[in-house]
């Protein structure tokens, strides 16, 4: 009976151990993963609107050319760029207000699918308002958004190509 007792307690030991070793183990894992998620790249605020910029020169100049495939594209790629500012730089307090472009761009939105080049100018100078109220809002109001009035991407081709 001694025997067992002992043998019993021997083999616990070594569990308890083994756990401990895991324990170990993971906390390792953890760390360096820690680690990881730290150094993880991450596009600043500025980066994600350097982008929008883009897109919304792209956007004026495939409504101005009744593009509306790529207009389409490219008002996505700015609502993408507001989600992933909400989502990555949740920590900017501007981000709390980002959501006023957004009737701006569903009124575009709306205009591409009409196809409608009136209703794409207003709802274009809306959105180009909007920016600039929130660059205000934001004490960033010596950056000044407007209309662009020539086409800087010239390895581009804003004109609907019938491709064959
Ligand atoms: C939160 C409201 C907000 C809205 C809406 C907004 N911006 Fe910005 N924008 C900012 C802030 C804040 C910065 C400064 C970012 C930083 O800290 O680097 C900025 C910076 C910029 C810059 C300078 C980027 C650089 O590094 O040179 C451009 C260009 C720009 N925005 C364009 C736009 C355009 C175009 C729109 C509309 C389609 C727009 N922004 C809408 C808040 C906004």
């Known amino acids: 009976m001694k025997q067992l007792l002992l043998i019993i307690s021997i083999l616990g030991l070594f569990a308890c151990n083994r756990q401990k070793d895991n324990t170990k183990v993971l906390q390792k894992r953890i760390d360096s993963l820690e680690h ?3 150094d993880t790249y991450k596009p ?3 980066e994600f609107m350097t982008g929008i910029q883009a897109h919304h020169t792209k ?3 495939a409504g101005q050319n009744k593009n509306w495939k790529l207009a389409n594209f490219e008002v996505h790629e700015i609502m993408e760029a507001i989600e992933n500012i909400q989502k990555f ?3 900017r307090k501007e981000s709390q207000v980002i ?4 009737p701006a761009l ?3 939105n709306n205009a591409i699918q009409q196809k ?10 809306l959105l180009t308002n909007t920016c600039n109220a929130c660059h205000r809002d934001a004490d960033f109001e010596f950056n000044v958004v407007k209309i ?5 991407f010239s390895n581009q081709d804003f004109k609907v190509n019938e491709l064959k």
């Open 36 to 38: 990881k998620l730290v």
């Open 44 to 46: 600043g605020f500025g």
């Open 59 to 61: 956007l004026w100049f």
């Open 89 to 91: 730089q949740k920590e």
């Open 106 to 108: 569903d009124s575009i």
């Open 116 to 125: 409608d080049p009136v209703l794409f100018k207003k709802s274009y100078t």
């Open 148 to 152: 662009p009035d020539a086409q800087p």
């Open 99 to 102: 959501g006023m472009i957004n």
